[in-house]
């Protein structure tokens, strides 16, 4: 079984950069897809963000296209999502999942496996 423990989140101004680790233990997840996702008070858990097993595909929601980047490092188990620019919009808790599908997928019901979330606060 895979485990998952993001870090990284915090407190940061409008424009700044934070950069989110997601750690991965367990079985291996080089051949999983992974993904961020967040979720803002009163609101639904939202795609963020989603790459292949070998990195070489990569999906963006509209809204951070531009401004973040996820990446991974399947030799040190580790998955990332680098964010610039940002927004109080932003501001949200911030969860890795894994997919064992065969595609990048945007839905939520299509990740097996999820991390517990780390907050992210983005101030004006």
């Known amino acids: ?38 979720q803002a008070p009163g609101k639904e858990r939202e795609f963020v963000a989603a790459i292949s097993w070998t990195g070489s595909s990569r999906n963006y929601a509209n809204s951070v296209k531009g401004r973040f980047t996820i990446s991974r490092d399947n030799a ?26 065969m595609v990048v997928a945007t839905s939520a019901g299509r990740y097996e496996v999820w991390g517990q979330g780390t907050l992210v606060t983005v101030s004006s």
């Open 1 to 38: 079984q895979v485990q998952l423990v993001e870090s990284g989140g915090g407190l940061v101004q409008a424009g700044g950069s934070l950069r989110l680790s997601c750690a991965t233990s367990g079985r291996t997840v080089s051949s999983y897809v992974m993904g961020w996702f967040r």
């Open 76 to 101: 040190k188990n580790m998955v990332y999502l680098e964010m610039n620019s940002l927004k109080p919009e932003d501001t949200a808790v911030y969860y890795c999942a894994a997919s064992r599908t």
